[in-house]
């Protein structure tokens, strides 16, 4: 049980009794002897939203408007002669050559072996000509959203001689156990070291930089999809449309008389957050909490709801010319299931889902009353 105070009637009946005794004591008490007080809540929370990920143990993150997408780091890397150490190579991406770097190597950091886990983080530059680079991280972990009050600036003593100008901002979580360094993709890179490597890239490769207006047509017909994985199948779902990607917590709070779908709910920075799993709501088989499980967050109809998939894979951009209309297998399949990515390249099918069908209105509904 939580008793709550109402602050307001509280001072004023503390100033009030105040009231008699100090008549003088003008502003805060009014002609009447009454406290006149004054209360201004600001109801807009200042918040970022970062993308945090993992270096040799230590977590880093771009705040969420440098990231451009995550894909997994391809086995082959064109390696550029005399570049600095830090810079691995070139990779194609969607017609386009990007430079890779290592963040391991531009921090110091112990190098390792690449796996099938490491990530590539691709950041904007920034500037009238939106150059990219490619950061390889060995895994992302969450897209994050946090009150500024706990970003604070670089220390001075830290920044003084330029050798950490790449951290812009330290992030303190969880009463100050958790540490984000906040990276700054502008101050990080020599962007003339990298137009280097792309050049000698096109040189090596033989590609040509008349194909530019193709690429700039096929990037104006691509879409951002935010992907993750159920059992064995991939599905995607529109990058605007995820408020924010969360760590599954150890327990939920269960709510009576819930709803059957609803798996509990969590306080997300003390708001109460609906969670359904969503391998149930797919009649698939339960599987066993893990670290790779992510709540994934959206609006649906007006309500804020927590989705539990078995991991977040990356962040892409998907070419219109791959994607095309999903089969229709039953009315409910084709409501939630329009459009499929064919990724024939990388032996991959995408199933993109429409959002708005993942609860209906009665649904939306039963949910709304739990969080009230």
């Known amino acids: 049980m939580v008793m709550i105070l109402d602050s307001v009637q509280l001072v004023q009946r503390e100033f009030s009794s105040i009231a008699a005794q100090r008549s003088s004591a003008g502003g805060l008490i009014g002609s009447d002897g009454t406290a006149s007080v004054s209360v201004s809540v600001d109801a807009v929370v200042d918040e970022d939203q970062l993308v945090s990920f993992e270096v040799a143990g230590q977590e880093y993150a771009f705040p969420i408007e440098q990231v451009q997408e995550i894909v997994q780091l391809p086995e082959h890397v064109t390696q550029i002669p005399n570049t600095p150490g830090h810079v691995l190579g070139v990779i194609t991406l969607r017609n386009r050559l990007l430079p890779l770097v290592s963040l391991r190597e531009m921090f110091g950091l112990p190098a390792k072996a690449f796996s099938g886990t490491d990530k590539v983080v691709v950041v904007s530059l920034g500037g009238e000509s939106g150059f990219s680079v490619g950061v390889v991280m060995d895994s992302v972990k969450e897209v994050l959203r946090v009150n500024r009050s706990l970003v604070e600036a670089m220390p001075t003593l830290l920044s003084h001689d330029g050798t950490m100008d790449e951290i812009q901002a330290i992030c303190r979580l969880q009463g100050g156990k958790r540490l984000v360094s906040v ?190």
């Open 183 to 372: 990276l700054s993709a502008g101050r990080m890179f020599d962007t003339a070291d990298l137009r280097l490597a792309v050049k000698a890239g096109e040189t090596m490769m033989g590609t040509s930089t008349g194909s530019e207006r193709e690429t700039v047509q096929d990037s104006l017909d691509e879409e951002q999809f935010v992907v993750f994985r159920l059992m064995d199948e991939e599905y995607g779902v529109p990058i605007e449309a995820v408020q924010e990607i969360v760590r599954v917590p150890d327990e939920l709070t269960r709510i009576p008389r819930a709803p059957a779908f609803v798996e509990g709910v969590i306080n997300l920075r003390g708001v109460v957050l609906p969670v359904i799993d969503q391998r149930r709501r797919f009649n698939l088989a339960q599987a066993d909490r893990s670290d790779r499980q992510r709540i994934m967050v959206f609006t649906i109809r007006d309500v804020r709801t927590g989705f539990i998939v078995d991991s977040v894979s990356e962040v892409m951009r998907i070419s219109g010319k791959v994607i095309g209309d999903a089969p229709h297998l039953s009315d409910a399949q084709k409501r939630l299931i329009r459009r499929v990515a064919n990724l024939e390249d990388q032996k991959r099918m995408i199933l993109l889902l429409d959002i708005l069908q993942l609860l209906d209105t009665d649904e939306a509904a039963s949910i709304g009353q739990v969080t009230h």
